[in-house]
């Protein structure tokens, strides 16, 4: 099995800035695309940022320019840069991944991280 654990969320006023990071640890995988999904209340899960395991990374569009996925492959983890935080990014952010473990295709989710912009 692959864990992932994120850290990084907390409260920020608009325009502040948050990391968010999360680790993937366990044994014998693979990791292919990682990225950052966010839910906010009332609202279904969505796609913020991915990025491949060759680098390809991509957006949604209303955190194009302000926010930055980036990922250690090395250390196994996957990181979220966040600037002009707005208060509509105000959600549950969760790290996902895909890869392979023992040769098996599998989809992990992180238990989520609160991001909280607000004054």
């Not at 990225?35 to 991509?58: D, F, I, M």
């Not at 996902?96 to 238990?111: A, D, E, L, P």
Request: charged share 15%.
């Amino acid at each position: 099995q692959v864990q992932l654990v994120e850290s990084g969320g907390g409260l920020v006023h608009p325009g502040g800035s948050l990391r968010l990071s999360c680790a993937a640890s366990g044994r014998f995988f693979t990791l292919n695309s990682m990225a950052w999904y966010r839910q906010a209340p009332g609202k279904q899960r969505e796609l913020v940022a991915k990025v491949t395991s060759g680098g390809t990374t991509n957006y949604l569009d209303s955190v194009t320019g302000r926010f930055t996925i980036s990922r250690d492959n090395a250390k196994n983890m996957v990181y979220l840069q966040m600037n002009s935080l707005k208060p509509e990014d105000t959600a549950v952010y969760f790290c996902n991944v895909w890869g392979y473990i023992n040769s098996t295709f599998r989809i992990w989710w992180g238990q989520g991280t609160q991001v909280t912009v607000s004054s």
